[in-house]
């Protein structure tokens, strides 16, 4: 069974940067797509960013140009850098694996920006 472990996250002030990354040990297979979603105080889930393992990318319009994604080749691994962050960024934020068989959801990590 997949599972996906989180690091990264925490307090920034705004304006400020953070890198979360999220791994899939033991996996013998490239994971079709993974991503990174965030949920707020008494908000519903929202994608954040997604990453094919042909490289496709997709952001959330509310991050463009701001939040970074990208991929281990080597393995299933994904990154997101996130710049010039902002007190709306500030969420929960999970690592998503989705393949033909799962959709396999991380813990998630705090990311929490001060204005």
């Known amino acids: 069974q997949v599972q996906l472990v989180e690091s990264g996250g925490g307090l920034v002030q705004a304006g400020g940067s953070l890198r979360l990354s999220c791994a899939a040990p033991?996996?013998?297979?490239?994971?079709?797509?993974m991503g990174w979603y965030r949920q707020a105080p008494g908000k519903q889930r929202e994608l954040v960013a997604t990453i094919t393992k042909s490289g496709s990318i997709n952001y959330a319009d509310t991050v463009k140009g701001r939040f970074t994604i990208s991929r281990d080749n080597a393995g299933n691994t994904v990154y997101l850098q996130m710049n010039s962050l902002k007190p709306e960024d500030t969420a929960h934020y999970y690592c998503?694996?989705?393949?033909?068989?799962?959709?396999?959801w991380g813990q998630g990590t705090q990311v929490t920006v001060s204005s």
């Open positions: 998503n694996a989705y393949d033909l068989t799962f959709n396999v």
């Open positions: 033991g996996t013998r297979f490239r994971i079709n797509v």
